[in-house]
Structures are given as structure tokens and as C-alpha cells.
């Protein structure tokens, strides 16, 4: 069993930038960030293999987002020139496999989330 915190959200302006932490209680495979905004399904943001060496991301953040890890079992989500539609609750999770991987079934632990607002 993993066990994940997230960090880092907060109220923001459009343009501004954040920085998400995920810190996980044990090793883990490869992990993600997913994001829920009210009244939507929860989406796939980024994914990280469990190297640290490969990573993918939604065509909506590509280019303003950077998902990353360390070796003390941390995650990173750099957000910058942030969006009103940004706006949402963001997850951590760790998957099953060690592939980086956008689907949500492949992933077994999930963070409580942290809360992200952008204002226009």
C-alpha cells in the first residue's frame, strides 16, 4: 500500500505559475498527474516512467507543464502561464506498471488532491 500527499495548489492569476508536490510513502512505479474540474470527469494531465526518464502529456498542457521525479519518492508538476480553464482539482497517483501510461486503470494508489485556481 502507497500512500500520497499532494501540495502545492493555490489561487493564481492567469499567466502565473505553481509548482505541485506528491510525496509518496514508499517506492513506486510509474506515476501521473490527473485533474478534475467541477462538474467533469477526472482527465489525465501528465505521466512519468519510473526512471524519470520518458514522460507524456495532454495536448492541453504540453508546452506549460513539466511533470518530473526525484530519487526520495517525490513527484513535481511545474505549472506555468497558467489558464482560467487550468482551474480543477489535481491528483497524484502511482501505476501498476513502470511504463509512463495515460490511462487511469492502470493506476492502484491516488492522492486526495490539491486544489488549483487560476483567475482571469
Known amino acids: 500500500q502507497v500512500q500520497l500527499v499532494e501540495s502545492g495548489g493555490g489561487l493564481v492569476q492567469a499567466g502565473g505559475s505553481l509548482r505541485l508536490s506528491c510525496e509518496a510513502s514508499?517506492?513506486?512505479?510509474?506515476m501521473g498527474w490527473f485533474r478534475q474540474a467541477p462538474g467533469k470527469e477526472r482527465e489525465f494531465v501528465a505521466t512519468?516512467?519510473?526512471?524519470?526518464?520518458?514522460t507524456h502529456y495532454a495536448d492541453s498542457v504540453k508546452g506549460r507543464f513539466t511533470i518530473s521525479r526525484d530519487n526520495a519518492n517525490t513527484l513535481y508538476l511545474q505549472m506555468n502561464s497558467l489558464l482560467p480553464e487550468d482551474t480543477a482539482r489535481y491528483y497524484c497517483?502511482?501505476?501498476?506498471?513502470?511504463?509512463?501510461?495515460?490511462?487511469?486503470?492502470?493506476?492502484?494508489?491516488w492522492g486526495q488532491g490539491t486544489q488549483v485556481t487560476v483567475s482571469s
Open positions: 512519468i516512467n519510473w526512471a524519470g526518464g520518458s
Open positions: 514508499g517506492r513506486t512505479a510509474a
Open positions: 497517483a502511482a501505476a501498476r506498471t513502470y511504463t509512463a501510461t495515460y490511462s487511469q486503470r492502470e493506476y492502484a494508489f
